[in-house]
């Protein structure tokens, strides 16, 4: 019998703010500014968590956790992943594994093997399952301009047994 799998992609971008702290992948980094947002403005795991929601099917992170309830105001955008990644194994989908790329033209990003770690923590696979990169996009566009940070996503999930 075929394992059935499912493939999911996600793309978030988010404005940057002085004063705020600047958090991706579950790391921070020190920037002098962070990201706006509801939550903790971490736009590399809301593009993994659209991406996972997709392949399931299951719509996307705002219809999770919504802007408009107070419980994710400033949330740490890892404990939506682990609710995500929980909702996940609980109706039979396990990560075969993750491709993200942080688009931004700054900072230099010397955080990615600590983001990976990170990341694999909380999705529960071996760290070589997540690869995160980086670009800058030359100075063109937002991101060029410092305005802020994008991310994407695309994950592939495989059915396995509920455990
Ligand atoms: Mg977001």
Known sequence: MMTEMRIGQGFDAHRFEPGLRLVLGGVEIPHGQGLQAHSDGDVLIHALCDALLGAAGWGDIGRHFPDSDPAY???????????????????????VNADLTIVAQAPKLAHIEAMRLCLAGDLRVDPQRVNIKATTTEGMGFTGRGEGVGAFAVVLLEERPVE
């Open 73 to 95: 105001a400033g949330i740490d955008s890892r404990i939506l992943l682990r609710q995500v990644i929980e909702r996940l194994a609980s109706a039979g989908w396990g990560l």
